[in-house]
Structure formats: structure tokens, C-alpha cells
């Protein structure tokens, strides 16, 4: 990334580094993480319209996957599954 810019929140100027990004999407929690940023030594992140733009597509689908192959499983098995996590979590490491 290396473009350095001073920190909306706090003032402070940014480095290059890696975030961890969440989504709670239909009941799917999806961690993206080691997505490079530009982060404010009081721990603000900030990615860029491309990195942003790219994440959100992976989670729309994995989201995608992962809802088309839950409709695949028979429902003990998926009322099985959600009494054991409670949610259904997907973590990717970049």
C-alpha cells in the first residue's frame, strides 16, 4: 500500500500493516484475516477501495457456499450443527 495518510480518528500517521476484517452475515460469521492496511499506532484501519471492494465479494461468496451446502444437509443434521457452534464460522487467512 505504502500511500501514508494521517488518521481520521486519531491524528495520528499511518503505517503499512495487516487487519483482520469481520462480517456477520445470514447467520454466517466470516474472519478475513492478514488483509494488508494502513493502520494508526491506536489500532485504527483503513484499506483501500480495491482491497475493500475484493473482500466483500469473498464473503458474498462464501456466504454463497456456504448457504448451498446447508441446503444440502438433511435438517437433523443442521439443527445438529447449530446446537454444538451456536453460529457457523468461516476464517480465511490471506
Do not use: W
Request: contains cysteine; aromatic residues 6%.
Amino acid at each position: 500500500m505504502s500511500m501514508h495518510f494521517t488518521c481520521p480518528e486519531c491524528g495520528q500517521l499511518t503505517k503499512d500493516g495487516l487487519t483482520e476484517m469481520t462480517y456477520e452475515v445470514s447467520g454466517i460469521k466470516v474472519v478475513i484475516k492478514d488483509v494488508p492496511a494502513q493502520i494508526c499506532p491506536d489500532g485504527h484501519s483503513y484499506v483501500n477501495g480495491y482491497t475493500g471492494e475484493s473482500v466483500n465479494r469473498l464473503v458474498n461468496r462464501v456466504v454463497e457456499d456456504v448457504n448451498s451446502y446447508s441446503r444440502s444437509l438433511a435438517p437433523a443434521i443442521k439443527r445438529l450443527s447449530r446446537q454444538l457452534t451456536g453460529t457457523r464460522e468461516v476464517v480465511i487467512t490471506a
